[in-house]
């Protein structure tokens, strides 16, 4: 994914300890003669060079900097790629574990996985941004300095994310993009029309369906272009009748022409529409009045307004489908079951005895409404503890594998464990890959086993600290990953992990543990210690790297976690993965 052309630039290339703006890096590249654009194309990287005059005003508004919507349907019939954007910082999404477990937040002494099952079988979980509009802080592609932007990171039990405003075509920003990506987290943007304006260009777009051709090309480009894999779909503005034939051509030809450029993009149709009248009539369930478009599209949104009976009518409706309907819960509480806030979980029980997927509506509710006594990150713990149990939580496929841990912000900047850039930061764009399990704050979770941790950090912002709990044995450990890391007979995998003792008179004993799974499906668990030999003591802070080897032949790794058998805490700053051939 990314921009067609070009040469691409990538965070990793950048020197955090000295952070510039993203259009001056491309300029530095280009002053170095590092890029491969033609020399007629280089004025167009000036900061003061202005578009053709004749397409101004219908120009993408998207660059370097920043990340915007496109308002105006004009705007996206006249589209072409801007010859400089943040489309080349895209990163590709990287591939998740094909079986799931069910989330849990409680400490789990004994290291059971639980039951696994296959990603095809259960509900989805769909996470809609609805953040005071939208394009705030995270529209900046280099961030700012406010660590306490919202921010989200629970990744693990999330399938899908949309980035949401009230603009016509919301194209997700760069740095949230990334995050998700990072943790194998499919985006999709939003096309919304609505009311008196909504209607008026409806009126005007499905009078012609070439213009609906040209319309879905370019919308579908333009989801190329900027790295993300589809859209939700959201008219919620009456339809003349006359025109119900062409909004179902508009919904089926928009899909095909996305699947024509991937078969896993997706379109999603927001419970909206009468599909026999045309008028605006939430349904809050599948059924005759929004079944076309359901059948044409990848999945449908329902309206959050539902009771029980509707859900039953929707899973009878659905059929084989049933995983392709997503019940809206609006966190906000508007109409919805339970009341919302940190009540949602009324609603996602409701919807997983269905056996339902869920779609998650405004959980920036947590951000906009916290109060002075409870801060953002305790009242987004609260929330999503009490949701944890209704998820299926996933982890990485993909190796090599490397995560610091860190949630895309922070007091301050760390590279190798010395701080490289003082003051508070917020760049979503840095998230790295997180945990399974739902993490709380060490500022005020002090009896958590395992939390996030931000007065120190090996890379980026966060790492992790870990604690015995005073009532446990001898040993106590904890999962923080499943996974699918395939090995054979022929390779063998390299665990490092860089770790700190929080006080340097203390005293701690940590190892990792794996658990494999044979062809046979037999599963065992195999606690590594250290190649002494290969253990070394970083010069910044005490950090201190181990690393670990398997034997050859061990089958597929599906679970990491940490055994530790000290009372005094230790952080885990950095965590890594790689497969190494056997040579004779």
Wanted: proline share 3%; net charge neutral; hydrophobic share 35%.
């Amino acid at each position: 994914m990314g921009c067609s052309g070009g040469r691409q630039i990538s965070y990793e290339s950048v020197d955090e300890g000295s952070p510039k703006p993203a259009l001056a890096k491309y300029l530095r590249l280009v002053a170095n003669g590092s890029d491969t654009r033609r020399d007629s194309e280089m004025s167009c990287i000036v900061p003061t060079c202005e578009r053709p005059k004749k397409n101004q005003e219908l120009a993408d508004p998207n660059d370097l900097t920043t990340c915007y919507p496109i308002e105006k349907i004009d705007m996206v019939l006249e589209w072409e790629p801007p010859k400089i954007s943040w489309a080349s910082l895209v990163v590709p999404r990287v591939k998740r574990t094909k079986y799931v477990y069910k989330g849990y937040t409680k400490c789990e002494q004994d290291g059971n996985p639980g039951v696994a099952v296959s990603r095809r079988n259960v509900p989805k979980t769909l996470f809609c941004h609805d953040m005071r509009g939208g394009y705030l802080d995270d529209r900046l592609v280099d961030g700012s300095d406010d660590n306490t932007a919202f921010n989200f990171f629970r990744w693990s039990g999330i399938d899908i994310f949309v980035y949401f405003s009230h603009k016509f075509l919301t194209i997700p920003p760069v740095t949230w993009i990334n995050a998700a990506h990072r943790n194998g987290v499919t985006v999709l943007g939003t096309i919304i029309t609505e009311g008196e304006e909504g209607e008026e260009l409806c009126t005007n777009l499905l009078c012609d369906q070439e213009k609906v051709q040209r319309l879905c090309d370019k919308l579908a480009t333009i989801c190329q272009h900027y790295g993300f894999s589809g859209y939700l779909l959201n008219i919620e503005n009456t339809i003349a009748k006359k025109q119900l034939k062409n909004l179902l051509f508009f919904v089926r030809e928009l899909k095909a022409q996305l699947k024509r450029i991937n078969h896993e993009y997706l379109l999603l149709w927001y419970d909206s529409v009468d599909e026999n009248t045309g008028k605006l009539d939430w349904q809050n369930k599948l059924n005759k009045q929004n079944w076309s478009f359901f059948d044409s599209c990848d999945g449908i949104f329902l309206n959050y307004g539902w009771k029980e009976e509707c859900l039953q009518i929707s899973l009878r409706n659905a059929g084989d489908r049933h995983l392709d309907v997503f019940v809206g819960i609006d966190v906000f509480g508007r109409g919805c079951m339970g009341g919302g806030g940190f009540n949602c979980k009324e609603a996602m029980s409701l919807i997983r005895h269905y056996n339902l997927s869920a779609a998650i509506f405004a959980p920036g509710w947590v951000h906009e409404c916290q109060e002075e006594e409870h801060t953002f990150l305790q009242r987004d713990y609260q929330f999503w503890a009490n949701l944890y149990e209704y998820l299926y939580v996933s982890g990485p496929a993909q190796l090599p594998f490397e995560t610091s841990f860190c949630i895309g912000s922070g007091l301050h900047y760390y590279r190798k464990g010395k701080s490289s850039k003082k003051g508070h930061w917020y760049n979503l764009a840095k998230q790295d890959f997180q945990v399974c399990d739902l993490l709380g704050w060490d500022s005020f979770e002090e009896h958590s086993c395992i939390s996030y941790y931000e007065n120190e950090a090996y890379h980026g912002g966060t790492c992790l600290i870990l604690k015995k709990p005073n009532h446990s044995d001898k040993y106590h450990e904890h999962r923080l990953f499943v996974c699918e890391f395939r090995t054979t007979e022929y390779d063998y995998l390299i665990l490092k992990s860089t770790v700190k003792l929080l006080k340097e008179e203390s005293k701690g004993d940590f190892e990792l543990y794996i658990r494999t799974q044979n062809e046979q499906g037999v599963q065992s668990k195999h606690y590594l210690k250290p190649d002494k030999e290969h253990v070394h003591k970083l010069s910044h802070k005490r950090w201190v790297t181990r690393v670990f080897s398997t034997d050859p032949g061990i089958g597929m790794v599906i679970e990491i976690g940490y055994r530790m058998s000290k009372t005094d805490a230790i952080l885990l700053g950095r965590l890594s993965v790689i497969k190494e051939p056997l040579t004779l």
